[in-house]
């Protein structure tokens, strides 16, 4: 009955929902810890519900920390060299893309980094106009851990992302509610100038959960703080089981979901990128003086 109350007539969110949920966990923790330490800890952790609650704000990471027995790396990148490896990786979307193009100009690899950079070119590859980059690894996974250490962009309207895409995902014929692919995004950072500032988003995206065929569904698990995200090197990682999908932020636990009839079954694409918003964003933003940078100091993946 309170649930329905919840949803119905509060209109809330599922991560509200879980917000909700961990606003019990943590009143309890007050009332029978004996450790102020704890108690001080869940003090925190309750207001930062109530705002995810009634704002839909963002929270700290505070989940288990990430345990990687049983797994194996299968695969590296720390982007040594001058140049991308395109012997395990490719452009991906090279072109229009939105209000502007994806082009390998905006690649480059420099000091063990690669930076992708998002601004304004009156010569770029595909005439004037916005430009900024995207690729992905040649070879495909199913399941396992994946894993970026990167500084996310600061500047408004363009984002930074790191994400698992099947061939699919939003036709509910063939992902079928995620198990025949979805889209996961590990992490979106929307920018400084959103209400998400200082914090990521974690997503998943299917069709034909619950065997809706219209449209695709969507699940934000919420926004979550790094350490210094627009500065300092954060990891973001998702491991991808049989069962569910668990994030991670520099190695605790964000969120786990099983959202949709089930984990992908099925090898996706690793896609890293700066992302370009429509030109209804870009039209305010300064040509002669923008540029936007997403750092990457390395890729990982883990699997068993």
Not at 174 to 196: C, R, W
Not at 200 to 214: L, P, R, S
Not at 215 to 242: A, P, V
Request: proline share 3%.
């Amino acid at each position: 009955m309170i649930e329905k109350f919840l949803v119905e007539v509060l209109k809330l969110a599922p991560r509200q929902m879980w917000g909700v949920e961990q606003l019990g966990y943590y009143l309890s923790e007050i009332f029978t810890s004996f450790s102020p330490k704890k108690i001080i800890a869940s003090v925190l952790a309750v207001f930062e519900m109530l705002g995810l609650v009634i704002f839909d704000t963002p929270t700290t990471p505070r989940g288990a920390e990430l345990d990687l027995t049983g797994y194996q790396l299968v695969l590296e990148d720390q982007f040594e060299g001058d140049s991308l490896n395109t012997d395990i990786w490719e452009y991906r979307g090279s072109g229009p893309r939105r209000g502007g193009f994806n082009a390998e100009s905006q690649v480059r690899v420099e000091d063990g980094k690669m930076i992708m950079t998002g601004e304004y070119l009156t010569d770029g590859t595909y005439g004037e106009g916005w430009y900024t980059a995207m690729i992905k690894l040649r070879k495909r996974y199913c399941k396992g851990y994946f894993e970026i250490r990167c500084i996310v962009n600061e500047e408004p309207a363009f984002w930074s992302a790191f994400w698992l895409q099947a061939d699919a995902p939003y036709t509910a014929s063939v992902s079928n509610g995620g198990v025949g692919g979805a889209e996961i995004d590990i992490f979106e950072s929307l920018g400084s100038d959103s209400k998400e500032k200082g914090s990521v988003t974690q997503t998943i995206h299917c069709a034909g959960v619950d065997g809706v065929q219209e449209g695709f569904q969507s699940n934000n698990l919420g926004s979550f703080y790094g350490d210094d995200i627009y500065n300092k090197y954060n990891t973001y990682g998702l491991e991808w089981t049989d069962e569910e999908y668990i994030f991670y932020i520099n190695g605790v636990e964000t969120r786990r979901s099983s959202f949709g009839n089930g984990v992908s079954e099925v090898p996706e694409d690793v896609i890293v990128s700066l992302e370009i918003p429509g030109e209804d964003k870009l039209s305010s933003l300064d040509k002669d003086n923008y540029k936007a940078e997403f750092i990457v100091d390395y890729v990982r993946i883990y699997q068993k």
